[in-house]
């Protein structure tokens, strides 16, 4: 079973819950407020706007959940988490449906409108409830008697690995794991013979493939610096990096807990950003950009015209960027320096750089060269708000002095940031690593409302020209 398959269960099922729930509601409010209105039973559940409600309605149920997160981890579910999400989304969509649905004209007693709310809710609740539950009752069974399992690979060959070995074949109330062998890094000075070593490290790239391995866990005996090393070393993978909650909590103080059963795994290529949050930031952007692109069409054909007289070159540059989970993208920007002002290889710009066109200073004191950007944002390789994206060659450079920049590979870059608005641009590496620590604390903090706070002080620095 994967994720997509349970998510098309749960999509299924909760649109045959909504579809339900309307069904009989309208049954009830007949009875309650319509047979006045309506001579028959049959004709008011073949009015027209009780047909439509019957199609319409439970599509935007599905749109409801998609946007309380529900759906994110569908794999992953505990009782208590589906009994409080669909709770409060139910406490949500009821009175959504009421205000834009049910409120029209007065009846003859305000109790009728209490009555219909809650028979609303009641039968919206009780119906998505009782699907969800019985899919989660299978799922449970499934992982329990270790028919869906999530192949691993544990990183470790001394008594850590054997400890964590031991602990996931105990804990299978939320997750199951086949362990398909264990991995000798450089740090492990032992190597227990119990254990089904396959391979070194350095060959774990051929070994996630030839396994198709799901996930990593982390269970070595270092500590410190060499731990965060490896750590930071695994994110290329491009996997889920699991480490004990004991070696966790030599990392990081900030522990966001999903559920109180199963194996005490932390994942730390998890965002903090809330699981519907994200789904409403995802979908924000592309709205914001599209409608960026249309509005902001007269300033780009005035921008493109302005670099095409100002000096040769294209218009609109291309270059690498490390994006989310570590992948490269090309990132969309007006030129703002002379052609060919990077043929000795990438260097950092100062205020004062003279490979700088004219208009390319300008650009760049209201960050107008990142507009194209929005183009980025709609394509899914960037975010409005959220870590800027650095070349390659510039993160090699910086992880070597600070390595937990990887952890920003756990969100999308963006076209403005909190380093960005508190730091500006950076002349040089230390510059970079200190503007990173801006975005260490965007990455801890993240929700819609530091995203919008960032992007007010963007939009005050570009009305300002500060820019630089």
Same mark, same amino acid.
């Given at each position: ?144 008697? @270790?028919?869906?399992? =999530?192949?691993? #690979? $544990?990183?470790? +060959?001394?008594? &850590? ?6 602990? %996931? ?39 996630? @493939?030839?396994?198709? =391995?799901?996930? #990593? $866990?982390?269970? +070595?005996?270092? &500590? ?6 490896? %750590? ?47 789904? $409403?930031?995802? +979908? ?9 692109? %249309? ?174």
């Amino acid at each position: 079973m994967n994720n997509k398959t349970q998510t098309c269960i749960y999509l299924t099922a909760d649109f045959m819950a909504a579809h339900l729930a309307w069904f009989v509601f309208n049954v009830l409010r007949y009875f309650l407020v319509a047979y006045k209105q309506f001579d028959t039973y049959h004709g008011f559940v073949w009015y027209s706007n009780v047909v439509q409600g019957q199609l319409i309605i439970p599509l935007g149920w599905l749109v409801l959940h998609y946007y309380s997160g529900y759906y994110n981890s569908p794999l992953v579910k505990s009782h208590l988490s589906v009994a409080f999400r669909t709770f409060m989304t139910c406490i949500i969509g009821s009175l959504s449906i009421f205000f834009i649905v049910l409120l029209n004209n007065l009846p003859e007693s305000i109790n009728i409108y209490y009555e219909q709310i809650t028979y609303l809710f009641l039968f919206s609740f009780g119906f998505t409830y009782l699907f969800r539950l019985i899919i989660t009752n299978r799922a449970t069974k499934k992982i329990r008697s @270790r028919e869906w399992t =999530t192949p691993v #690979l $544990i990183l470790g +060959t001394g008594d &850590n690995a054997r400890q964590v070995s031991k602990m %996931l074949e105990r804990s299978v109330n939320t997750k199951a794991y086949t362990i398909q062998g264990y991995i000798e890094t450089d740090t492990d000075k032992q190597i227990s013979t119990k254990l089904n070593t396959i391979g070194h490290i350095r060959d774990l790239a051929d070994i996630i @493939r030839q396994f198709k =391995t799901r996930e #990593l $866990i982390v269970a +070595t005996e270092s &500590n410190g610096d060499e731990l965060l090393t490896l %750590l930071y070393a695994l994110y290329q993978y491009k996997l889920p990096i699991k480490l004990p909650l004991n070696r966790f909590q030599l990392l990081i103080g900030h522990i966001k807990v999903h559920t109180i059963k199963g194996a005490p795994l932390i994942d730390i290529t998890e965002s903090n950003y809330p699981e519907g949050e994200k789904n $409403i930031k995802m +979908t924000l952007d592309k709205i914001i950009s599209a409608l960026a692109m %249309l509005l902001l069409s007269p300033v780009y054909a005035y921008l493109a015209f302005r670099v095409y007289r100002d000096s040769k070159g294209p218009i609109i540059i291309r270059q690498e960027r490390i994006g989310y989970m570590g992948k490269p993208f090309n990132i969309l920007k007006f030129r703002t320096m002379y052609e060919n002002a990077e043929s000795d290889g990438p260097l950092l710009s100062s205020e004062k750089d003279e490979r700088i066109t004219p208009v390319g200073h300008f650009m760049r004191k209201y960050r107008l060269d990142e507009l194209p950007q929005f183009w980025n944002v709609l394509c899914g390789d960037m975010s409005i708000v959220g870590p800027r994206p650095e070349r390659r060659h510039y993160i090699k450079q910086i992880v070597e002095k600070a390595p937990y920049y990887y952890l920003l590979h756990n969100v999308y870059p963006g076209i403005t940031s909190l380093g960005m608005v508190k730091f500006g641009y950076a002349r040089n590496i230390e510059e970079m690593i200190e503007r990173l620590q801006y975005d260490i604390l965007y990455y801890e903090n993240m929700s819609l409302l530091m995203d919008i706070k960032i992007l007010i002080y963007s939009i005050q620095i570009i009305c300002t020209g500060k820019g630089i």
